[in-house]
């Protein structure tokens, strides 16, 4: 793979960034791709160009606004709680048709660059519920897209069985740990770095970190 291209569906998160590393580790060229969907923070755009330009690696923002509109939650209305689900509820951050979408338009955007492969950071170990992150359907939409395209994409999900300190490890096996720890956003309060340490995604984050700290003090 090391002559192929990919896309890389990029938030400048934990995930997607040790997605993106992983991916320049096996692609002759890499490219990122971020979606603008009027999420809550506007960080979340500039960290991920700020990434992106440090790695030197070409970076597209793609207007996604209208599943603003369309989908109201705590991504992207302010005036609604973060919170976890409650008795079988998908959590109030969950936006529905997001990774749908996104993945179509990264086909999309393959297609148009000449990039065969296509990786997301999506993970259904540590995942907090949401229906779009699970393997199964990452597989139906591979199949899709290639349909829709007449195209041979192949969808990479590195992430997929690892829990969030197997990806922390994943991220210093890459020589990046300190680069995600420090550079990335995953705070649902627009924190870079560590975050808030109070909503889930900190809370998960910060678990899997201690974790991989713990196992690798035993070693």
């Known amino acids: 793979m090391k002559k192929d291209k990919a896309v890389v569906v990029f938030s400048g998160g934990q995930d997607s960034t040790t997605c993106l590393f992983w991916a320049l580790e096996r692609f002759e060229e890499v490219i990122a791709v971020t979606f603008d969907y009027n999420q809550r923070h506007v960080t979340e755009i500039d960290c991920a160009r700020n990434i992106a330009s440090e ?11 209208l599943l603003n509109q369309l989908a109201p939650n ?20 969950f936006v529905p048709g997001r990774n749908l979408l996104f993945m179509s338009f990264a086909g999309v955007l393959a297609s148009q660059v000449g990039a065969k492969h296509i990786v997301t950071g999506v993970c259904e170990t540590d995942f907090s519920g949401y229906p779009d992150c699970r393997d199964i359907f990452i597989k139906s939409l591979n199949v899709t897209l290639n349909l829709s395209m007449d195209e041979q994409f192949v969808i990479h999900t590195p992430l997929m069985w690892l829990n969030k300190a197997e990806t922390w490890k994943l991220a210093d ?9 420090e550079k990335t956003l995953t705070c649902y309060n627009g924190i870079i770095s560590d975050g808030c340490g109070e909503c889930p995604a900190c809370k998960l984050r910060q678990k899997g970190l201690e974790d991989y700290q713990n196992e690798r003090k035993e070693l």
């Open 74 to 93: 705590a991504l992207t209305r302010s005036d609604i709680e973060v919170k976890d689900g409650e008795d079988g509820e998908l959590p109030s951050t």
């Open 173 to 181: 096996d890459l020589g990046a740990f300190d680069f995600v720890r």
């Open 55 to 65: 790695l030197g690696i070409k970076h597209h923002v793609l207007d996604m606004s």
